[in-house]
């Protein structure tokens, strides 16, 4: 397993950009898919973005795609989540967390590393 840790968050206007930060420990991070997730108050925890092990393949869903981008950096042991023209509905708490399989992650289906979360509020 690894621990990770997310960095980042916090309040921003409608409109705006935020980057998060996610740094895993453990010397396998380089094997690891990576993902953000987010999850609303009163909401169940929903699917952001995801990156293979080497940042080759990812994946978004419709409501993110072309103003997020998630990347990695294997020697940093981090993975990033840069997030473009954010709206209040994003308003969450956002979680990173790692798989072997990026389609776990996708699905996010079965996935035990998870980061504490970090708060994101976007104002209107």
């Known amino acids: 397993q690894v621990q990770l840790v997310e960095s980042g968050g916090g309040l921003v206007q409608a409109g705006g950009s935020l980057r998060l930060s996610c740094t895993a420990s453990?010397?396998?991070?380089?094997?690891?898919?990576m993902g953000w997730f987010r999850q609303a108050p009163g909401k169940e925890r929903e699917f952001v973005a995801a990156?293979?092990?080497?940042?080759?393949?990812?994946y978004y869903p419709d409501s993110v795609k072309g103003r997020f981008t998630i990347s990695r950096d294997n020697a940093k042991n981090t993975v990033y989540l840069q997030m473009n023209r954010l709206t209040p509905e994003e308003t969450a708490v956002y979680y990173c967390a790692a798989d072997r399989s990026i389609i776990a992650l996708r699905m996010n289906g079965g996935i035990v590393n998870w980061g504490q979360g970090t708060q994101i509020t976007v104002s209107s």
């Open positions: 990156s293979s092990w080497s940042g080759g393949t990812t």
């Open positions: 453990g010397r396998a991070f380089s094997s690891y898919a």
